[in-house]
């Protein structure tokens, strides 16, 4: 089993023009190649291996498949990842953190990623 992480997909946005994602055109692109080149890992299959890690037919089904995960819930993996799996039927797992909730606020690196998206990274060095 390959598991394939993923943080941020969404469409362009002109405000950020430095932001870091990959576009859920690409996105889609690399459901294709992968369900065509390996598969993906099926809900009930991962399951009977989180049961019997040891079972070795569990295991043959699930060697080569992909497992897509996501993470700190973003409201990009509702808007277009979850519509995508659903159509495919594919099964991901998808991580939350809960500091967001307790503090009320985004994470510091999703701050920080915010920030050098809109403004670049470029004109940053140690003196600054």
């Given at each position: 089993?390959?598991?394939?992480?993923?943080?941020?997909?969404?469409?362009?946005?002109?405000?950020?023009?430095y932001f870091r994602y990959l576009s859920v055109e690409n996105f889609k692109k690399?459901?294709?190649?992968?369900?065509?080149?390996?598969?993906?890992?099926?809900?009930?299959?991962?399951?009977?291996?989180?049961?019997?890690?040891?079972?070795?037919?569990?295991?043959?089904?699930?060697?080569?498949?992909?497992?897509?995960?996501?993470?700190?819930?973003?409201?990009?993996?509702?808007?277009?990842?979850?519509?995508?799996?659903?159509?495919?039927?594919?099964?991901?797992?998808?991580?939350?953190?809960?500091?967001?909730?307790?503090?009320?606020?985004?994470?510091?690196?999703?701050?920080?990623?915010?920030?050098?998206?809109?403004?670049?990274?470029?004109?940053?060095?140690e003196r600054s």
């Open positions: 089993m390959k598991t394939i992480m993923y943080h941020y997909v969404r469409k362009s946005d002109k405000n950020f023009p690399q459901l294709d190649f992968f369900g065509q080149k390996f598969g993906f890992v099926k809900y009930e299959d991962f399951l009977a291996l989180c049961e019997n890690p040891h079972d070795e037919h569990i295991f043959a089904k699930v060697k080569n498949k992909i497992l897509p995960s996501f993470d700190d819930g973003f409201i990009d993996h509702y808007n277009f990842v979850l519509p995508e799996f659903l159509k495919r039927g594919i099964f991901g797992l998808f991580f939350i953190p809960t500091g967001v909730y307790e503090r009320q606020k985004a994470l510091d690196v999703h701050r920080i990623h915010y920030l050098l998206g809109k403004i670049g990274g470029g004109g940053f060095d």
